[in-house]
């Protein structure tokens, strides 16, 4: 059974960072990609960042390049999402999810089948 576990979410300051954590167990398909979106009600879920468990290659969504940093521990099956200078437009709800690697199509969420619970991200003076 696969299964993602997201944390680090919470309250930040704008300009703030905060660290997003997420433990991916049973997926053991070797050619495979974690990512990372987000939602905020309303809206269709967004893709942010995706790294390959293949070779670390990464991508990012333009509203978050240089501010968002995506890595991973394959030792402890862990992606990390760093995410620094947190503005208002940041605040969501955050999901890892899991699948095999699609390339530049990281971004749709209809790619991947596996999916953590989420973790809130508020930015808020």
């Known amino acids: 059974q696969v299964q993602l576990v997201e944390s680090g979410g919470g309250l930040v300051q704008p300009g703030g960072s905060l660290r997003l954590s997420c433990e991916v167990s049973?997926?053991?398909?070797?050619?495979?990609?974690t990512a990372w979106f987000r939602q905020v009600p309303g809206k269709e879920r967004e893709g942010v960042s995706c790294i390959s468990n293949v070779d670390g290659r990464t991508n990012y969504a333009d509203s978050v390049k240089g501010r968002f940093t995506i890595s991973r521990d394959s030792a402890k099956n862990m992606v990390f999402l760093q995410m620094n200078n947190l503005n208002p437009e940041d605040p969501a709800v955050y999901y890892c999810?899991?699948?095999?690697?699609?390339?530049?199509?990281?971004?749709?969420?209809?790619?991947?089948?596996?999916w953590g619970q989420g973790t809130q991200v508020t930015v808020s003076a």
């Open positions: 999810a899991t699948d095999f690697d699609v390339g530049s199509s990281w971004s749709r969420p209809e790619y991947y089948h596996h």
């Open positions: 049973g997926f053991t398909v070797s050619y495979s990609a």
